[in-house]
């Protein structure tokens, strides 16, 4: 006898990822969903972006395994922010998000960013609902993760190669890194969040889109 077990195992999850992105669609909310390497620095970047365009509009639900080291720092800038942690999880699901849906006030909200857990495999299969996928890579893990990693790359709509300010000190090949994204069909910029250079322009990518 055989037994058809042919179903997509992420239907649950991208099904609970519809009702967030309408929740937050339903109050004019955009989400974004912040992923990238373990040290990547994807909260710096954010630190850097809110401190830029400013923190009224702006939550953040930060994703870890463990602590809230990520969240403290969030918070210090005035930014509400709620801490999810797995316990051991490499990802974040879209089912994890309706414990912090109701511990924000969204009156003057416009945009939920979401600091996923660092990791560069499973998190690509899980939509949580986002509007926008950016992932964040640094010259510091060096120019092959495109190659390595390319469905991580592929799925993102803005690819943010941060930590420029240590090029001159590294061997981290630029034009190969930006030759594998051409391949994607994303934006992509150049960055440094701890010196700001180019938070600008990645803001307006973001938030003037």
Known sequence: MKIDLNKDVHASNNAKALE???FFNSKGIK???LV???GSGKTTLLESMIKYHGSDDI????GDLFGDLDHQRIEKLGVQS???NTEGACHLEASFLDEALNHFDYDKMKYMFIDNIGNLICIVSYYLGEDLRIIVSSTTEGNDKPYKYPKMFYT???VVLNKIDLLPYIDFDVKKFDKAIENFECQSIHVCAKTSENIDKLCEMIFNA
């Open 59 to 62: 939550g953040v639900i930060e």
């Open 156 to 158: 993102s709509d803005i």
């Open 20 to 22: 967030v992105h309408d």
């Open 31 to 33: 989400i974004i969903n």
């Open 36 to 38: 990238g390497s373990p």
């Open 82 to 84: 709620y801490q999810l």
